[in-house]
């Protein structure tokens, strides 16, 4: 998986030497071959690099499409459920939006300390090693990404057949080509174009919002008509069964998932323009706005639906609409599906330059650390989430792989947050523009161990299988990373594989740009400089 065995030939393919050779050909020709010649390479950028195109805008659209997929129009009645009355839910989401506001802020100190794409394999590998991320390199991309992106790709196929299948379940083979039509043409998009892709993007996150805002505003009518008796304390208040530490652990922990998505941007950024500035004010306006959007949804369903009404729905969203909106109930199952096409192509360009980061570090093969030499996208790596993806499609054991990888992504970001705490008495003077309280990390530790804790008691073999998922490439790692000296003839073959795939993909490797930072000396007391702050 080193870079040894591809560099000879793929070295003479680089982004630099590529464009250098394009603009040395002799100029003896006739004028008017030599004015055609300029037109012809115009097309080609000067410098091969990824492409800063992800401003504030895309910046917040990326973090709040992928935190808002199907899960709040479908089952917020997790939450509901082992939480145990109305009012307690609802304070249940306030508090799992401020979890993931403590999350995130510590990731936005992270993410402007060590300014590389790749978010918790990068932090992770930088702060412990190489062994340590790429366990987490490892069971993202063998199972956790392509088994979100199948999960969300079978939600939109089930809700777009919907209106064909009105009477009965969609076909297993219907839903199946679908979703992977979805997914091919996601991936030509990402491969296309990265400003495309923030586009959709952008477009799809403001259509979630405005699905979202309807079923607010008719919740909103409902109780300025006097429809809130659910929602009264004396009636939001009442437990219909013992409320446990247990319970209130699970409950929380349907909200947490809800939530998922709020590290995202950090899986790219660096293609955020200036994101020492933009990552942080994204992190700050998308996280308290969809805690709101959450909050005010959950009450908008109360406003109309009773608990028990909520409880026996399996798609509250669709209930809702069926219950106020009449003939323009359509809308819902539309809006699940917009939803979801957003969160496929969120995940995709994301979960792409997670690989990308992977490789450019010499974890996974060096192929997928290489864009294509015109259009600065890493089509690699976006080819590869999206075969993988497939193949979790054809398995069809979707929902089991996800109970085992949660426990996973959960764990990541616990050993992220307490590795930001090692890395503050490790490069105590490192020159970091936000620094948050140290009691923010703490308190999310603090909750982070008590719902991981409780999952090892009460889920011990789903626990154990994600464990075993995660080890199994410790083998991996030493094999395919630390054994440097390998065969010669398996040098040559991932010589002339990645060779190969550099001419069908036309891809190269590319152009670094340095990051500024300071001296690694500078004393605390200067790294403190009138333009950071602290939180």
Known sequence: MDRTGSGRKADRMDGHNGINNISSRPHHRASSASEGKKRKTKKVPDKVTLKKEIGLLSACTIIIGNIIGSGIFISPKGVLEHS????????????????????????????????????????????????????????????????????????????????????????????????????????????????????????????????????????????????????????????DKSLSVGQMALAFLQASFAFSGWNFLNYVTEEVVEPRRNLPRAIYISIPLVTFVYTLTNIAYFSSMTPEELLSSNAVAVTFGEKLLGTFSVIMPISVALSTFGGINGYLFTSSRLCFSGAREGHLPSLLAMIHYKKCTPIPALLVCCVATLVILCIGETHNLINYVSFINYLSYGVTIAGLLYYRWKKPYLYRPIQVSVLVPICYLLFWALLLGFSLYSEPVVCGVGLVIMLTGVPVYFLGVHWKEKPKCILDFVEKATHLGQRLCFVVFPQMEPIETPPADRRRSSARSSFSFHL
């Open 84 to 239: 145990g009355s109305v009012g307690m839910a609802l304070i249940v989401w306030v508090l799992g939006g401020c979890i993931a506001a403590l999350g995130s802020l510590c990731y936005a100190e992270l993410g402007v300390s060590i300014p590389k794409s790749g978010g918790d394999y990068s932090y992770v590998t930088e702060i412990f090693g190489g062994l340590m991320g790429f366990l987490l390199l490892w069971s993202a991309v063998l199972i956790m990404y392509p088994t979100t992106l199948a999960v969300i790709a079978l939600t939109f196929s089930s809700y777009v057949l919907q209106p064909v299948f009105p009477n009965c379940v969609p076909p297993y083979m219907a839903t199946r080509m679908l979703s992977a039509t979805c997914l091919l043409l996601l991936t030509w998009v990402n491969c296309w174009s990265v400003r495309m892709a923030t586009r959709i993007q952008d477009i799809f996150t403001v259509g979630k919002l405005m699905a979202l805002g309807l079923i607010i505003v008719v919740g909103l009518v409902q109780i300025c008509h006097g429809h809130y008796e659910t929602l009264t304390p004396q009636v939001a208040f009442t437990f």
